[in-house]
């Protein structure tokens, strides 16, 4: 059974609101000794995710919390939004398909970066991002 | 919004990124950047980002295009520093940072950037002496008639 302890919600509405996630995803992941690759893959999954929800949904929250199973540790984040919403999420997911300047790598990169990646969106309804990093 | 300075040292400009990048910061670097270049005629562009805990698409993106635009500005571009959990994140992201040279330190980076300034030296000589050779000098076809 997974628990869940310490549920702590940040908006997202400025750059520096994307680095304050950062700093809270990385504290928390310190805490459950997350090895330092880890620690570097969830922040870097995290910040690719925070500015998602600020550049494609306008703005929106980052929830991070700590998890427990089988004597294991994680880090869950959710990124939600109330913007446009993602008409092809197959599409969205491919690396370097961008819907903008970027390089395509931030959602497809986030996902390679976690160990659980969960996505639910609706045009006109918004977009919400789970990811899950466990310790070994 | 935080600016990250740049140190001009010699003929090259040294940046040493100490606070965490939001995407503005990164902006204003690029474009700090590209001014001092042609303000101070520099060679060469050291990045430290040992300091740096995550570089993600954004950022990496950054690198990329401060070296493609120094090079457009006639300088070179090395970053210097990279964690080795950054490496293998960023690799495993899928952006692999090619164009972009590296280095493991600020004096190795340095090193880099005084043997490519050379070599445009003596590059630029050769090119220099190759104008001052007369054509057809003594024993050509012409010369013995």
Redesign the interface.
């Known amino acids: 059974m997974t628990t869940s302890t310490g549920v702590e919600e940040l908006p997202i509405r400025t750059g520096d609101d994307v680095v304050r996630v950062r700093q809270l995803v990385r504290a928390r992941a310190q805490e459950v000794r997350l090895s330092l690759v880890d620690q570097t893959k969830l922040v870097t999954a995290a910040s690719e995710l925070a500015r998602n929800t600020l550049v494609h949904g306008g703005s929106g929250t980052a929830t991070v919390e700590t998890l427990s199973r089988d004597g294991r540790s994680g880090i869950r984040a959710v990124f939600a939004d109330e913007g446009p919403g993602i008409p092809d999420v197959d599409q969205a997911l491919t690396p370097g398909w961008t819907s903008g300047s970027g390089l395509g790598l931030g959602l497809s990169g986030a996902r390679k970066l976690v160990d659980e990646f969960a996505i639910d969106t609706a045009v006109g309804r918004g977009t919400t991002v789970t990811v899950v990093k466990w310790t070994r | 919004?935080e600016r990250v300075p740049v140190l001009s040292l010699g003929d090259a400009l040294l940046v040493s990124i100490q606070i965490?990048?939001?995407?503005?910061?990164v902006l204003a670097l690029q474009e700090d950047l590209a001014e001092r270049i042609v303000s101070t005629g520099a060679r060469g562009v050291l990045i430290d980002i040992s300091a740096v805990?995550?570089?993600?698409?954004?950022i990496g993106?950054m690198f990329a295009s401060i070296a493609a635009l120094s090079r457009l500005l006639d300088a070179e571009t090395v970053v210097v520093g990279m964690?080795?959990?950054?490496a293998?994140?960023l690799v495993?992201?899928?952006?692999s940072l090619a164009g972009v040279r590296t280095a493991l330190d600020v004096e190795r980076g340095m090193k880099i950037l005084r043997a490519l300034s050379d070599r445009r030296e003596v590059r630029q000589a050769d090119e220099a002496d190759a104008d001052l050779v007369p054509v057809a000098e003594g024993g050509g076809p012409a010369a013995g008639a």
């Open positions: 919004m965490d990048l939001q995407d503005n910061t805990d995550i570089v993600d698409s954004f993106r964690r080795p959990a950054v293998i994140t495993e992201l899928g952006l």
